[in-house]
């Protein structure tokens, strides 16, 4: 039996994993500067918290885990187990008799589910991040995968906007710490409600939204057509165009759009609420901190989801040498927590990519290289009282803090070598009967190729 | 609706991740120092990787996922869908038509799986370690979770007993870090198979194992017991309890073993590969690393997986507030990819109970007490000019890399205050008018309840 793994998931090997955790760092180190608080929620829920969260395609999409014990299931209930595998079989696909759990499907569901068993507890406004893995049943593909990794900051109960100017400064700050010049595209859901009343047909924000979410994809030819089918005609269309044309500094930006939306009170909202953000956003923050980043206001800008209700965010890689989409985004939603039966609160969130994040900072050749390889200094085993020797030296190095191995056996010394290259350790040392005599060992650079005697007193100003 | 989570499963609030993280964190940089590497496999298997590893318990506990896209299966197929329906029910558990994938059981079969399947690329001796969670169906009771952390460290291709002295020094130095008094037993299985030579049934080496795992909890008179049950005789039996009473240094010890296991070639091997463990361990290590712990040569150690085939090693607490079971293990096996089939590696590891662990330190008031609450200082919003000067104040703290956060809303002070106190904040700054005009603030300190006026040129020292 040759052994896989299922479609769609990863093994990390080590160079991986330190670099997935150099961008977790990086984050969490941003998200506890700014007042975030960690949370972690388990990978299984109950399938009725996530079933109708995410739409019929996301009902079909979830992993769910089958029961246990079910073979122990006997007469009534094992009739009644026969009738209800018919449910998983149909439309419904699943039944709390046959699965009543389910692996997460995103982080906002579980924050909203544990906003609500713990509200009573919780100082609020809570300001929570999470990093955890995520799972969908989707087809798999280039950059796309069955376990993937979300990475959210979300802050509930409350409505100020320092809070959208908060989380505009935390992914400035990040993608500036990460290499990454961006660009952070900003509009609200009240705008995009000014501009299907600025084509007069008000009830059809979100068909407007979803037709300008594929912009970039279709062209506006084809957002007219698709507009079209959707009841709206191309003369009202026509009316929305002139705003997405709008170019020049923010403020510039602004000041355009509030001149053509001076009839629609939405609108008018849409620009004061992103003004308001930009204000608080540059209290908060020096030019610095978004060094090769801008902040960009963007009318197009739409976002598929449909609970957002204000603000709304989305993060693209500015670099030439990147062709990438979305790598963040978020918004704020007025009642995420009324699903689960606590109304009135309000939250903002945002959320990272971290697998094209990854991707990006690959590309862009910009993980720190001492990332690479753990461990630096490799002992070489010459076996009897010089593998003491080694030992020695390596009970030194870890005394001085210097992560370091030994070659476990006396094996031949092209084999130990060999292992050393494989494992791409930067420096080899080598104690033999004449370094042990002197105190020393020998020490070979294999970067440089260079081999120098260093006096054991010495080595840690030469390896550290 | 009342929202839940899965019995066995928990969320794990700000205060207890950031604990955790701690644990974790103290691991990784030990196991990094010891030239370990991290690894982190997929959360779902292969169904056909898990099964029959776990002995026929195991095959019931692991957790199967439901197959995505039944409802979608017609014709022929859909008729097969049925006849493996009843595999499911039946003592089969599962069939691939309706669950193909599965959650991780432990880290050791996906760590083999991981190293079959990379062996070409693997530079051999492998060092790893994987801090990852588990899912287990198993009865949830105190301490016992469906979903828990496993933490495991594991070296595969040599079979030098230098490893096993680097897997003693990693416990002994993780656990004196953590300020855990800890006894790490060591035994053999040789020893163990040299004990059922000395009572006279050298095939009873696993029965023999299995009633003397049970030693603490059953007495020696119910191993006798048990043992009779199995074919060994009380006569027999009373052979082996001369080699439990032994007392002394390790040394003492295994000179006293030696002169009982005289006549046994396997004894003699055990004894043998302890000695040289122990003198390896301590070429390696200082008595302060080992800081309140100790290694304990114990031969009615027996650990219960048959897969162990030399040094088996258990770490308990010794703190007498502390009563626990292990709180970690291991041991070396000589042929775990053989399942997979790549014959001839022999490995050795050793496991952290995370769960446990977790727990003592907490009973010991073990956790850095600065851990607990995240960003220490809140700073209150009295609005309009008060407002720009608190996040000018906030700009500042970041900026000198202290967390801080301003309450989003200029809500009644009250109202801040109770969030500062739930929050649990050590500093609140009040930035109201006169503190502006002055170019200073007033900073409260909830710890001694103190509040002094604190320039803002000099709040890094006052905070930092």
Same mark, same amino acid.
């Given at each position: 039996?040759?052994? @896989? ?10 160079? /991986? /994993? ?15 500067? *700014? ?11 109950? $399938? ?8 019929? =395609? ?12 079910? &073979? ?9 187990? =026969? =009738? ?42 809570? %300001? ?7 799972? %969908? ?10 376990? #993937? ?51 007069? &047909? ?32 191309? =003369?009202?269309? +026509? ?19 509030? +001149? ?11 620009? +004061? ?5 930009? &204000? ?38 500015? &670099? ?11 918004? %704020? ?7 689960? @039966? ?15 994040? *990854? ?43 210097? +992560? ?21 350790? %930067? ?18 650079? #294999? ?9 054991? @007193?010495?080595?840690?100003?030469? $390896?550290?």
């Amino acid at each position: 039996m040759k052994p @896989g793994i299922p479609q769609g998931t990863r093994d990390f090997s080590p160079e /991986v /994993v330190r670099k997935r955790q150099y961008i977790f760092n990086t984050l969490r180190t941003i998200f506890e500067l *700014y007042g975030f608080q960690p949370l972690e929620t388990p990978a299984m829920e109950n $399938l009725t918290t996530l079933t109708g969260k995410y739409g019929e =395609e996301g009902d079909r999409l979830i992993f769910k885990v089958l029961n246990n014990g079910l &073979h122990e299931t006997t007469g009534d209930k094992r009739a009644k187990l =026969e =009738e209800e595998w018919a449910k998983v079989l149909s439309k419904a696909y699943s039944s709390p008799v046959v699965t009543e759990r389910a692996l997460r499907y995103d982080l906002t569901i579980p924050f909203a589910r544990y906003v609500v068993m713990n509200h009573n507890d919780l100082a609020l406004p809570f %300001r929570r991040y999470q990093m955890q893995p995520v799972w %969908r049943a989707d087809r798999p593909q280039r950059g796309r995968y069955r376990e #993937f990794w979300q990475c959210d900051a979300d802050v509930v109960g409350s409505k100020s906007l320092i809070n959208e100017a908060e989380l505009l400064g935390i992914y400035t700050t990040a993608f500036a710490q990460l290499g990454i010049p961006v660009a952070v595209k900003v509009n609200s859901r009240k705008l995009l409600q000014g501009l299907s009343e600025l084509a007069g &047909h008000p009830d059809k924000m979100m068909d407007i939204t979803i037709a300008l979410d594929k912009l970039d994809k279709i062209g506006w030819d084809g957002v007219v057509s698709e507009l079209e089918t959707k009841g709206v005609d191309a =003369e009202s269309a +026509a009316k929305i165009q002139p705003v997405l044309h709008i170019t020049g500094t923010n403020t510039e930006r602004l000041d355009a759009l509030a +001149a053509l939306f001076a009839g629609s009170e939405s609108g008018l909202a849409g620009i +004061a609420e992103i003004r308001e953000t930009l &204000h608080y956003y540059q209290l908060l923050h020096t030019d610095q901190q978004a060094n090769g980043s801008e902040i960009v206001v963007d009318v197009s800008l739409a976002r598929g989801l449909n609970y957002y209700t204000g603000v709304i965010v989305e993060v693209v890689c500015t &670099h030439p040498n990147v062709a990438m989409g979305s790598i963040g985004g978020g918004g %704020r939603y007025d009642d995420l927590t009324g699903l689960f @039966g606590l109304k009135g609160l309000s939250g903002v969130g945002v959320s990272f990519g971290i697998d094209r994040i *990854y991707d990006v900072i690959e590309q862009l050749n910009g993980f720190p290289t001492q990332l690479t390889s753990g461990a630096q200094v490799l002992i070489l085993n010459f076996g009897g009282d010089n593998e003491a020797y080694a030992l020695a030296i390596l009970k030194q190095l870890r005394a001085d803090g210097i +992560a370091a191995e030994v070659y476990p056996d006396a094996a031949k010394f092209d084999k130990q070598m060999k292992y050393a290259n494989k494992r791409g350790v %930067r420096y080899v040392l080598l104690p033999g009967d004449d370094e042990r005599a002197a105190g020393a060992v020998s020490v070979k650079n #294999f970067e440089t190729g260079s081999q120098q005697l260093v006096p054991l @007193g010495e080595l840690k100003s030469v $390896l550290g």
